[in-house]
């Protein structure tokens, strides 16, 4: 078991990762105090219920906590006011109180949906991360919670951070194999932002990554949420350092919004980001084997690394001028120097960007 703290002073808290450790949740949920005078709500959904929700149900409450589950749709539409009001309904169906916690069993989605419920809730409960995917290494750390409304992305949100994040990796074992090399791609993210060697040792271990091997894919997630935690105990609200995780997602969030959620996986569509920004960093003088890395790590990985040719142009930017990123002809831009550095740059113009998404098309 490997353990991490995410220093935030009074708000700091623990992340546990390892192989079964979801069989000691009583033990971790004692040591952080959480009360079996009042009932807990886990919140998951379609896809992880049938899966994994039982044992939990059963590992809680044979440990002599009251709880009961929340199943929302699986996929990013969950991420809804009505799904909030669903999960408030339940939570005061099942007599949730101010010392009650709500548990996030599943991915991103359901970590986003569940964390903004224990954030308004009562003006707010405790809230428990228990990630099913990889790419929720991110997500469950950090503390950003929020649901969409149906003109913007995560536009109703707060700032709430976790008691304690459980991370088994037996519960990944059940992902699709296109989920795994999405989540992954936030996952060398964490590398290109911050640790060259991390950088080199995802490129050698692509193999074990993708087969799950345990001690490789534990380890690559403990350096993830090791690289965000730190990032994110410096610049808690993303005042300036913050933004760095933000490599790869200008485009990304404009690809996926184009190409209409679900054709690209987040996942993917940063990755082309990514090899966009490689592309960028040229432009202003830096390396060329930084895009060549970058390049290379994501075909090895199976991801995506060109923009698919029916994507129009005008149509990318027009997204990506909508993002909230955008400002009067320049952009915020994170752009890698070396292999393990960006820089959070304020100069890149609207032009530059439209010739990287040129050089990436199909
Ligand atoms: P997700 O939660 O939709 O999970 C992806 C799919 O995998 C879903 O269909 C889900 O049902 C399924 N699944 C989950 N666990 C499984 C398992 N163990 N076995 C089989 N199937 C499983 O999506 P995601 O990729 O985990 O997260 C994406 C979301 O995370 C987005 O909404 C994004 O905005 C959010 N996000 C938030 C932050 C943050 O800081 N709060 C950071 C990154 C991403
Ligand atoms: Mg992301």
Redesign the pocket.
């Known amino acids: 078991m490997r353990e991490l703290t995410v220093e935030l002073g009074e708000r700091s808290y623990p992340i546990y990762i390892g192989q079964g450790i979801i069989n000691q949740i009583v033990a971790y949920f004692d040591r952080a105090k959480l009360s079996r005078k009042s009932p807990l709500l886990i919140v998951t959904?379609?896809?992880?219920a049938p899966?994994?929700l039982e044992r939990v149900l059963t590992l809680l409450r044979e440990g002599g906590f009251a709880v009961t589950a929340c199943v929302v749709p699986?996929?990013?539409t969950s991420?809804s006011l009505a799904q909030l009001e669903g999960i408030i309904t339940a939570a005061l169906q099942a007599g949730l109180d101010r010392s009650s916690a709500i548990l996030a069993l599943?991915?991103?989605?359901?970590?986003?949906l569940a964390?903004f419920a224990a954030a308004s809730f009562m003006r707010g409960v405790r809230f428990v991360q228990i990630?099913?995917?990889?790419?929720?290494h991110?997500?469950?750390?950090?503390?950003?919670?929020?649901v969409?409304h149906p003109m913007a992305?995560?536009i109703i949100g707060a700032f709430h951070q976790p008691e304690l994040v459980l991370f088994d990796i037996e519960?990944?074992?059940?992902?699709?194999p296109r989920?795994v090399k999405?989540?992954l791609s936030?996952v060398i993210k964490h590398g290109l932002i911050w640790d060259a060697e991390f950088t080199q040792w995802c490129a050698d271990h692509a193999d074990e990554l993708l087969d799950l091997d345990p001690d490789a894919l534990s380890y690559a997630l403990y350096i993830g949420c090791k690289v965000k935690s730190i990032v994110v105990s410096q610049d808690e609200r993303e005042n300036d350092l913050r933004a760095i995780l933000n490599l790869g997602h200008t485009i990304g969030h404009a690809l996926e919004a184009v190409a209409g959620y679900g054709e690209l996986?987040?996942?993917e569509a940063i990755a082309i980001g990514m090899v966009g920004a490689a592309k960028l960093a040229q432009q202003f003088g830096y390396g060329e084997e930084i895009h060549k890395v970058t390049k290379d790590m994501f075909q090895k990985y199976g991801l995506p690394v060109r923009i698919p040719a029916h994507l129009d142009t005008d149509s990318i930017m027009s997204a990506m001028t909508h993002d909230k990123k955008f400002k009067e002809g320049t952009m915020v831009y994170i752009i890698p120097t070396e292999i393990g550095k960006v820089e959070i740059r304020k100069d890149v113009t609207v032009h530059q960007v439209r010739e990287i998404v040129e050089l990436l098309k199909e």
Request: avoid cysteine; hydrophobic fraction near 35%.
């Open positions: 959904d379609e896809t992880v899966l994994h699986a996929g990013e991420k599943g991915g991103g989605v359901v970590g986003d964390g990630p099913t995917t990889i790419l929720a991110d997500s469950s750390v950090g503390g950003k919670v929020a969409n992305k995560n519960l990944l074992l059940t992902l699709p989920e999405a989540g936030e996986l987040h996942g």
